[in-house]
């Protein structure tokens, strides 16, 4: 069963609601080897700004739907569970990504 959330509880005192900015970093990539047999690493990740929608939690793993600052689409990013290899694309392993929020300016009048 799939259950959808408005926040999302990160940290013992972070907590992001909708609408609410998040810096994303870390995130999936791919392992194996190029044509020469070299060992290859590369990163499937989109870090960067996002603004929050909402935390979808199926089974043990969960995922924030947002909406990418500077590339202007909606991504959905795993956050929460174990790292594991996909099971349909070789190669490719699924590491949650890091969540920090952005603190907002105050503005003193």
């Known amino acids: 069963m799939t259950l959808q959330y ?6 013992q005192r ?5 609408g609410d900015l998040l810096r994303a970093s870390r995130g999936p990539f791919f392992r194996g080897t190029d044509a020469r047999g070299q060992k290859l ?5 989109r870090p960067g700004m996002y603004r929050f929608l909402n935390y ?3 089974r043990q793993r969960g995922w924030i739907n947002a909406f ?13 569970g174990r790292t594991f290899r996909s099971p349909t ?3 490719v392993v699924n ?7 952005v603190r907002r300016n105050r503005s003193s009048d």
């Not at 408005?6 to 940290?11: L, Q, T």
């Open 41 to 45: 690493r590369q990163s499937l990740a």
């Open 68 to 80: 990418h600052l500077e590339r202007s689409t909606y991504e959905t990013l795993y956050v929460t």
């Open 56 to 58: 979808v939690v199926s």
């Open 6 to 11: 408005h926040e999302y509880r990160f940290g």
């Open 95 to 101: 590491r949650p990504y890091k969540i920090r929020a």
């Open 89 to 91: 694309i070789a190669g």
């Open 14 to 18: 972070g907590v992001l609601r909708t």
